[in-house]
Nanobody
Framework: QVQLVESGGGLVQAGGSLRLSCVAS????????MGWFRQAPGKEREFVAA???????AYAEAVKGRFTIARDNAKNTVYLQLNSLKPEDTAVYYCAATRVFITTAAGYHYWGQGTQVTVSS
């Protein structure tokens, strides 16, 4: 069982930056693929980024070059650095964990409660 707790969301102006953090419980954090997803009002949850190990990453096209996923296994934490934010990035951002390197939400077994990111124009 893995419990995930996100933090770091907030209100930022377009062009600004935020860093989201997700702390995981458990002793086998390094074995999990960690992902970030987001869900805007009235829209389906969508993939943002994923990381396997320390360096295998995947990004949605909409965030490539602006967002960076990283993890610190010693701290059981995965991060999402959000740069050059746009109003369309406004959403609740969720951290998730799975054993398979996958970009679909259905493949993730553990989810955090989400953190709100709001980008004003």
């Amino acid at each position: 069982q893995v419990q995930l707790v996100e933090s770091g969301g907030g209100l930022v102006q377009a062009g600004g930056s935020l860093r989201l953090s997700c702390v995981a419980s458990g002793r086998t954090f390094s074995a999990y693929v960690m992902g970030w997803f987001r869900q805007a009002p009235g829209k389906e949850r969508e993939f943002v980024a994923a990381i396997r190990g320390l360096s295998s990453t995947a990004y949605a096209e909409a965030v490539k070059g602006r967002f960076t996923i990283a993890r610190d296994n010693a701290k059981n934490t995965v991060y999402l650095q959000l740069n050059s934010l746009k109003p369309e990035d406004t959403a609740v951002y969720y951290c998730a964990a799975t054993r398979v390197f996958i970009t679909t939400a259905a493949g993730y077994h553990y989810w955090g409660q989400g953190t709100q990111v709001t980008v004003s124009s």
